[in-house]
């Protein structure tokens, strides 16, 4: 079935240095989605990118998604204390509304 | 409402005993989720409604699970006979349309099933 793989499961960076999650699809996407989950909260969405090679940036985060519509990655400039959570990418497939998820980034930054 | 509302926050059921969570979508949200998040891991699918349809239960887990959303607004998943592997945070998310706008998550229902 389809799967999204998502790298690295973890990351410890001190507060001021780059962040880089990965995330890749075994079959092409119709869009895919990105959300932050803090410490004991619930997913917030932060963006969907939907065009082959898309590029989003919020501030000092850049969301890009690949030319095959097979993967994304979602990089912060300037890791800031408030980063830390979880950030899953969620991609979806033709009409189906239903998201296949990966098992997140956990990023913790240090002070 | 200003946001999607879960309720209870906790739940803590005896084995084999029958529980309902709510969810009270933002007004007006066509499409309602269902998920369920173990410790540490993603959300993982469970059903999904659009207005009162039920369009898709392949995330259900086995027949004890049972969700309905009668009305096309508040939903309830229920859980007949726990288990304790049925233990988990589960999320409900409302959006407008889904491949345009993503969802909005409520904070969930812990349920730990002893």
């Known amino acids: 079935g389809q799967q999204v793989m998502q790298i690295p499961q973890y990351q410890h960076v001190q507060e001021g240095e780059d962040f880089t999650t990965y995330c890749n699809s075994s079959?092409?996407?119709?869009?895919i989605q990105w959300y932050k989950q803090r410490p004991g909260g619930h997913p917030v969405f932060l963006i969907q990118?939907?065009?082959s090679g898309e590029v989003k940036k919020q501030k000092r985060l850049t969301f890009q998604f690949g030319e095959a519509k097979k993967n994304s990655s979602l990089h912060i400039t300037a890791t800031q204390t408030t980063d830390v959570g979880t950030y899953f990418c969620?991609?979806?497939?033709?009409?189906?509304?239903?998201?296949?998820w990966g098992l997140g980034t956990s990023l913790a930054v240090n002070p | 409402g200003a946001g999607v509302s879960q309720s209870p926050r906790y739940k803590v059921a005896k084995r084999g005993q029958d529980v309902a969570l709510r969810c009270d979508p933002i007004?007006?949200?066509?499409?309602l989720f269902w998920y369920q998040q173990a410790l540490g891991q993603g959300p993982e699918f469970l059903t999904y409604?659009?207005?009162?349809?039920?369009?898709?239960k392949s995330g259900l887990p086995s027949d004890r699970f049972f969700a309905e959303r009668p009305e096309g607004s508040v939903s309830t998943l229920k859980i007949q006979r726990t288990q304790q592997e049925d233990s988990a945070v589960y999320l409900c998310?409302?959006?407008?349309?889904?491949?345009?706008?993503?969802?909005?998550f409520g904070s969930g229902t812990r349920l730990t099933v002893v």
């Open positions: 409604f659009q207005n009162e349809a039920q369009l898709d």
């Open positions: 079959t092409t996407l119709s869009n």
């Open positions: 969620a991609g979806g497939a033709g009409n189906n509304r239903k998201l296949i």
């Open positions: 007004s007006g949200h066509v499409s």
């Open positions: 990118l939907v065009k």
């Open positions: 998310a409302s959006s407008l349309d889904p491949t345009t706008y993503g969802y909005t």
